[in-house]
């Protein structure tokens, strides 16, 4: 049986994970199962940190809406539940920018909250 060498489909495999790994340091740039080794890894850090970036981002706005609702004097949960009564349809993110960017915005959910907290 005739030795089978790598044709036409295997150097276009090679040559795909060598582009993806462009830019890596040495011989991970340059050498196929170094190269495919580093492409993987990525590939799967990136897929995990997908995920990852959105809780971030979560704990992220909860620690900024947690410090303006403390200046407005309520906690993070008592701000959120009056909120939810007051029937406030308003996203952790854009809470969190109002709490940076508009505090006389904020601090009317606050007051809004506050009413209903207490009702």
Same mark, same amino acid.
């Given at each position: 049986?005739?030795? %089978? ?7 276009? @495999?090679? /040559?795909? *994970? +060598? ?5 890596? $340091?040495?011989?991970?740039? &340059? ?6 080794? =580093?492409?993987? @890894? #990525? ?7 997908? &995920? =990852? ?7 992220? $706005?909860? *620690? @900024?809406? /947690?410090? %303006? #609702? @403390? +200046?407005? !004097?309520?906690?993070? !949960? &008592? +701000?959120?539940? !009056?909120?939810? &009564?007051? !029937? *406030? =349809? ?16 904020? /601090?009317?959910?606050?007051? #809004? ?7």
């Amino acid at each position: 049986m005739p030795r %089978a060498k790598g044709g036409f489909k295997t150097r276009r @495999r090679r /040559n795909r *994970v +060598l582009k993806e790994a462009e830019g890596y $340091w040495g011989k991970r740039s &340059k050498a196929y199962r170094s190269a495919q080794e =580093a492409v993987d @890894r #990525a590939k799967k850090y990136a897929y995990r940190d997908r &995920k =990852a970036r959105k809780r971030d981002f979560r704990r992220l $706005w909860i *620690v @900024r809406i /947690n410090a %303006a #609702a @403390r +200046l407005a !004097g309520l906690s993070y !949960g &008592k +701000l959120m539940g !009056g909120l939810k &009564k007051a !029937g *406030v =349809a308003i996203d952790r993110k854009v809470l969190a920018e109002l709490a940076i960017q508009d505090q006389a915005a904020f /601090n009317k959910l606050a007051e #809004a909250a506050r009413a209903h907290i207490a009702a």
